[in-house]
């Protein structure tokens, strides 16, 4: 009795007392699945100036008192519930009080962590690409779910590229200037650090950019606006990484000073047995420090340091042969057993700083200002065995293979029972490797070495080596920010960028396996023209003696500047929110080489010519809100960008040539949008249009058809990308909600591209013809993802879900010669030649179990478990892609005819079952 | 305080992480082979028993198809092949050198008796066999072969093949047949002298109408596949050489014209000639560059890169005007004879370079006497029967590299 009076009164003062203070806004957070009041809850307010936030106290209230007069937004968000949102109007001088909120369950959605499961990288066709741009815990219903459950299969939203996500840092683009590519590995295991994000995954333009077709992400790393105190978490998956243990802490250390570091240990072991693919292992330490100094209350200055040095092994697609052979869809070609151990042959390996600083000042209520400068530096490689004038390594080489010996059962027969039995024929056979360095003790005789004629050489020659293909940049990336509140109906964000970049190109001797040294000749050029400069590397340095350490086989640096000036208004009219804005800029880049090439000497030394792309874009949408709670939106954007550096040059590792005619590309997208937001109930309706023209591609391979290695030159690929998505999020009744989400597209080439096709050790130009895939299908993504769930949120703060999976209309990734006219002509089967492989589509059901509780008012711990793939689909392709080459057939009396079928494709399967547990403290 | 010291446990673990490199030790040398126990035959013995019905070889064996046109109708009569079911070895020492790509895929060994090829099919073979190494095969289950005069130890043959064995070019047989000596151990063959007035006389033939040559007291076919010199021997520059090339390049020209539509210029006249071992890939893909296409034909090249002022055309015009490259698509590189006879007499001797050798751009030189080291075989194009000889057959001599031409 006592005790209740008590409690009562306090809480009747505590309630008074808040509303003592002259607040202009308020309100109470209740748990709507328990009734009872929500603590630890983040609510945050911002304008496009400002931003406050705060936390609910044990009654679930919240309160701010330094707003200022205008329109703000408001967001609540705590672990376990879906978010709330809505803009407030805040007037001087008088009090808002929100009343009850209430907060629905929605799926912990513990997006960080799991960007990085879905991280692994893999290689596909020539060139590897890096996980998904945009894995932030998206406000979106539809993003939300998408990016959660769709990673399993590599889904790119509305089939884009990834590249074609922008991730920013404090304000600053950060994206990899030659590819394009999304830069999370710099901070991969950094995720409570990198929690602070701005972001969208559709095209309006934020605070920080204009619009970008594919979303964007705005990470933001100020010491202050890290969450203060501990947060140590420990993640442990089956299919990548086995353990990843991280600590960040962050706190105000002095008046105005904060300051917070992070540091986080990510490890697998290669002989891992949950490891679904062998061979494949992680190692990283990761570390982040951000010191920030805020002046008045108007001012801060933040550094930045962060770096995420990792070495990993990764894994190889192979052909269904080897698959349905060893009844194993994961086998991975890299690696062998040297001395007992797991050695992978093909590692990544970087280390890649990042220095920011950045500055802010809110100048007035109306006006904020914000610069940063970031240096990126480091080495990053990628590991790979290199041989000289000696047998294939790779296992899974086509002539190690049973198909090979279509003509011969006994031989078929013998090939088979190796690899069944014979672990030097599944994998690599480093101990074979090996002797065959040590036998290599033929001394070079009479050569010219390093200026010297008549030189011996005495020690080993290796003959297989581990070259480390580096790339490494030093990349200075400097913006400056305006965001102007001109009065409540307009809004105008701009600002200037301007970046330059230096990235060396070389490769480096990794290992020599048991070799003395390596001889610096290229020998491919030495087979065509023997005994002539041709075969030099470098004619500066002929006959160079490589050791370990040692740079070798091309060097050259790609020098790349962006400027750019950007600027976006924001209208705020009643019902009507809309925007227009643009950017314009300029892209120029040169190749700078530093090897004179014997096979081209007037064309690989010093610096090519500078290309020079003017880019820009036009923007223009908004959103209407037909009632509080159903939002109408649209969006219309129009890009011209810039090529890469690494598709304008056809040989960037052997000469200066540049493709012809290089066109920027151009990209047209749209799409309409229907929301409805309720506390209870969200869904998203979309439909998308997108027009990409003027795409261009550079690839090298060997060509079995012209029976050389030729670089090709791809231009004017055009793409149509046309589809609907769909996301909800409801919550039924007591306790459990219903949640889907489906993407279907029709992502299509609308042209026959131009392949120019030139000889890599002549530069003559093979052949100019068309591609003829118009019609094709877009690859790299099922073109159908759906998937619905539902979830139990108990009273306990336990809860519970499953959610089934359907993925379909997944294409392979075409080899762009086997649509040429000549080979379709010379092909044994022309339609089987050119046709386009669909995988096969499929169900993956996931289940996922948590719970999270407050203990002593002070800790938060949580568990989650995850265990994807239930039902152990291993039929479900994630990619794949055709080869190359091209097999000649042979005739009755055995010899080769020309007459074509294309190789066997390779393939990507999705894992079987395995799990993903995450644990969380926070203190 | 707490903070430093917090910074001090966070630059301690950055440090600590990464040292950690895992290095591999290297693996252990394999041992060389050790023969104690094993069967050892010679090769002549090996050879010998592809003929005797009574010795420890069983399963004779055919290939089946059968090639109508200038060559015999019947494989049988230019393929034997058998099966050794035996477990016995042979050895010898390496004379063959595929390092120069002259030996592409294939390994020869000589003992004290004779020589023989084994179809190993891998390539860089001198990775793992040194010339002049001791290399033991155990052949139970690999085939003995009898191919156009020539013995081969190999695989069993294709389905429909015209060939007598296969190449052993599956990764686990190399492992279980062919044994590498001691690398340390290495003691080239010495070359026996012949000469070409002795390679013509003697023949008769055996039961199965193929030919014997008689040479002193070692028969014939013993002295096939073994390491011999063969000295003062002219280039025969006549019609026969060109004869070898010049339908090569009629063919190469003509598919070329009927992929491109391109015209062909009246017969070439080649008044001079530059010699090469062989036609590279690259240089026989570039055949189709030569001034002979165009209007006005005086030289033909086909050397490209090395030699300083020789024009080498690459482009010549179609019938529709646009000019075209002359690549021609799928030629592979090509072997080619070349003819030296030894003085007054009628044998020649034809010096054999498969268009992979790294030497086949190197110029011959056409005058003068030369001497060859090489390894000599017999190429039997044309059935030979008792009493009805048609032609001799062809002793070819393969050269490991360029040092097997001694200039005096």
Redesign the interface.
Known sequence: MKHTLITLLLLLTASLSLFAQSEQLGGTAIDRVNNKSLQGANVQVSNNIDRFSTTTNEFGQFSFSNLYAGVWQLVIFADGFGNYETPITVQSGSTLNLGTIFMYPAMVSNIQALSDMSSLESETSDYVQSGPALLSASQDVFTNLANFKFSEMRFKARGYDWNLGKTYLNGLLMNDVNTGNSPFSLWGGLNDAMRNQESTSGMEPTTFAVGNISGMTNVITRASQIRKGYSINYASSGSTYAHRLGVT?SNE?ANDWF?A?A?S?RYSNPDNPLNWTTGTFY?G?S?F?GVEKKFDLRQSLALTVLGA?IKRGVSAASTQEVYDMLEDPYYNPNWGY??G?I?NARMRNS?EPVVMLDYSNRINNRFKLSAAASYRFGNNGYTALDWY????PRPDYY??LPSY?T?????RE??L??WMT?EN?RHIN??EL???N???D?ELNGVTINGNKGQSIPGLRS?YVIENRRADQHDINTGITVNVLVNDFLKVNGGLAYRWNRTEYFKEMYDL??GDFWLDVDQFA???????E?IQNDMNNPNRIIKEGDKYGYNYYAFTQTEKVWAVAHFNIGKLDAYAGGDIGFTSFYRDGLYQKGLFPDNSYGKSETLSFLSYSGQLGGNYQITGNHILSANMNYVQRAPYFQDAFISPRTRNSTVENLEPEKIFAADLSYSLRMSSMKFRLSGFFTQIMDRSRVMMFYDD????MSNFAMSGIDQRHLGVEFGADVYVWNGFSVKGAVAYGDYIYTSNPLLTQT?DNSN???SNQLVRWDGSYVSGTPQLATNLGIEYRAPSSWWAGVDLNYYNYTYIDMNPLRRTTEVRNAALDPEQMMHQEMFSPGFVLNANIGQWRTINRKYNVGIMLTINNILNNQKLQSGGYEQSRLSREID???RRV?QYTPFPSKYFYMNGTSYFLNVFLRF | MKTISKLCLFAIAMLAFPACNDKFDNPNRYQPFDPTGKTIITIADLKKSLWTRDNFLTNVWVTTAIREGEYVTAYEEIAHASIILQDVYIQGRVISDDREGNFYRSLCIQDETTGITVKLGRNGLYNFYELGQTVYVKCQNLVLGFYRGMYELGAYPDEETYYATSYIDVPTLFSEHVFAGDPNDLQPIQPREISMSQMARNITYDIYGNAEIHFDSLRYDMLLGTLVKVVDLKHDSTDRFLGNLYPIYKDIVGSRARRTGMEIKPELQPKDVILTWALSAVDAQNLGSQKAIEADTSKVVFLRGNIPNQEVVTHALDVKGNSVLLFIPSTMALSVSHYYSQMGYRTPLVVRTSGYARFAGQLVPKDGNRDFVGIIGIYSDRRLRAGNMVRYPDFQLLLRDLNDVIIP
Do not use: T
Request: aromatic content about 18%.
């Open positions: 802490w250390i300051l570091y540091v240990f190692q330490v570390y420090l040095p040297q001395n151990k050695r280390h004038d000696a047998p294939d002539r190690y010996f003509a011969n059962d006994g031989k013998e090939i029972r190796g014979n024929i480093w101990d090996y002797n065959v040590y036998n290599n033929v003959k396996m048991g030495e087979r065509d023209f023997p005994n002539s041709a058809f012209y029976r050389a000889v003559d130009v093979l009755d009396d055995g020309d």
